[in-house]
């Protein structure tokens, strides 16, 4: 198995630290341009709602009063970096989801689905434990390196998603670009740059240290750009960071 020598970082609740977390989210384009779909969205969130991949639960505290949380997670969650011990977590074996048909009003898959051995099963436990009409907020990488090896199996296009959900029971699914081609290469620069930082003083050090000190100011230059870009529609967004879409559950067939 590769070894991963970078490891992802994970999401800690915003309030654990507000500004740490809005540093974080303007350095980790990736994790900013989640934010800025899924805030809003959680925000019309109501009643049980369940938070597939959970991890540390760092979006609960933005579920209004009218909601309830339910979070759901592997068991070896821990090779994740997660804690696997919350009590308010469940956790599985990643299949079968453990409730029962229609008990929940809405649900977050956030940045999860490419971690998962079999997404149409996910998908289609998604749209049974959800109950008519339900609102489904997910999101997923495009333009990301290879993370939580080995449990990254793939990367789904915009016409995957719509396909994967529309075969599943979903409909209205809208389905946004988080980003654009200046910031995928933004965030691929901060990948560079943080990796070429020597973490002691080896030989290896002598060639990596001026790399980062050469790559630091156009990293800067392009996390600023991406944002410019983004905020002025600029860009090309058939090259995202990523996807984040909203979709309804379908009704059941009265039988």
């Excluded at 909601?67 to 759901?72: E, F, V």
């Excluded at 994740?80 to 977590?89: L, T």
């Excluded at 980062?212 to 156009?218: E, S």
């Excluded at 983004?230 to 559950?249: I, N, Q, T, W």
């Amino acid at each position: 198995m590769q070894d991963e020598k970078f490891k992802p970082i994970a999401v800690s609740p915003p309030s654990a630290n507000p500004w740490l977390f809005r540093l974080r989210c303007l350095i980790d384009l990736q994790l900013g341009t989640i934010v800025q779909y899924l805030r809003p969205g959680m925000a019309a969130l109501s009643g049980k709602v369940l938070d597939v991949g959970a991890g540390e639960s760092p979006w609960r505290e933005w579920l209004p009063a009218t909601a309830s949380y339910q979070g759901l997670d592997v068991g070896n969650a821990g090779e994740f970096g997660m804690h696997p011990d919350r009590k308010d977590i469940t956790y599985y074996d990643g299949t079968v989801m453990p409730f029962a048909d229609a008990t929940f009003n809405g649900a977050l898959c956030i940045e999860v689905l490419e971690h998962t051995e079999d997404p149409e099963l996910c998908v289609a436990e998604m749209a049974r434990v959800l109950a008519d009409h339900a609102t489904l907020l997910l999101s997923v990488p495009w333009s990301a390196r290879r993370h939580h090896i080995p449990h990254d199996y793939h990367r789904f296009t915009r016409e995957r998603l719509e396909a994967l959900l529309s075969n599943h029971a979903f409909e209205r699914i809208d389905i946004a670009e988080r980003g654009n081609d200046v910031a995928a290469i933004a965030s691929k620069l901060v990948v560079l740059t943080v990796r070429l930082v020597p973490r002691r003083v080896t030989v290896h050090a002598l060639w990596t240290t001026p790399l980062a000190l050469l790559c630091a100011p156009l990293t800067v230059a392009f996390i600023g750009a991406a944002w410019m870009s983004m905020a002025l529609g600029l860009g090309s967004r058939e090259d995202p960071l990523g996807y984040f879409v909203r979709a309804r559950r379908i009704a059941r067939t009265a039988s």
